[in-house]
């Protein structure tokens, strides 16, 4: 899947948000499935706002963990996976 | 990280929303990782073990 950095994402509708101690516990009713999200899964979704771009939220990531470098693959990776699952969806440009 | 750092860097987060993600972002960064299953307060003690 070839996401473009400029790509900003929201939040499904569908989801119930729970916060745990070491991230998210996310029930989702249409399918029928529970996600776990560990902290950084975790930040990544909250920045899927409609208002964040891709680059825009690994950049964050890379400050905000005073990364020397920007986790790319991790990243797109854990991006894929949130659409794979139904828990963010692209917006229009 | 300083807090006004964190504020400049989450300034498109409203402000009940941005205490959240700080709350998450607290410890070293880890790889993304998103467990799914097909099927909740015993759920999150499950993931907390």
Redo the contacts between chains.
Sequence with gaps: MNIPMSARFAKSANLEINQAPDGYVIYQSDPDRVHFLNMSAAVVLELCDGEHSLQEIIEILQAAYDLDTPPLDDFKASVTNLISEGLIKQCPE | ?TDD??NS??H??PAS?RK??KG??????????????????A??QL??G
């Design positions: 990280m750092r964190l860097l989450l498109k987060v929303r959240v993600i998450l972002l607290i410890g070293a960064f880890a790889v993304p990782m998103v467990t799914s299953f097909p099927m909740i307060e759920m999150a993931s907390n």
